[in-house]
């Protein structure tokens, strides 16, 4: 087993909100999101979260969602693992629990103003 790192979004200009493709884990206890936000058209806003698959009913569950929406060019990192503790070193804020079976991230707009952003992420064993 090692770490992997994942593209979850290219780096492109979105106007509404994207959901990823399931994300299956099978190793991780958890992850580093990186949300690197290199345009912002003025007023426009994201924020992203992570929501698990329901295996008994397929249903979709918010899982971890960033407190503050983001809305000047800047690098974001969000990491969730169990036990940890609070944002330092980089990260910008922190979940501490672990990685669920079934996950996908969402970056949800506030409006349809232009963000240039993408998402990538760091899975930890």
Known sequence: MMNTSLLIFESKE???T???PDIDNRYSKGVILTLDVTAVTSGASIVLSVDYKDEASGKYVSYFTGTAAVTTV???AYMIYPGVGAASGGITETS???LPKTWRVKVTHAD???I???VGANLMI
């Open 96 to 98: 501490p629990a672990g």
């Open 116 to 118: 240039t952003y993408s």
């Open 14 to 16: 979105r106007k509404e």
């Open 112 to 114: 349809d103003k232009a």
């Open 74 to 76: 800047s690098t974001n």
């Open 18 to 20: 994207v959901t990823s």
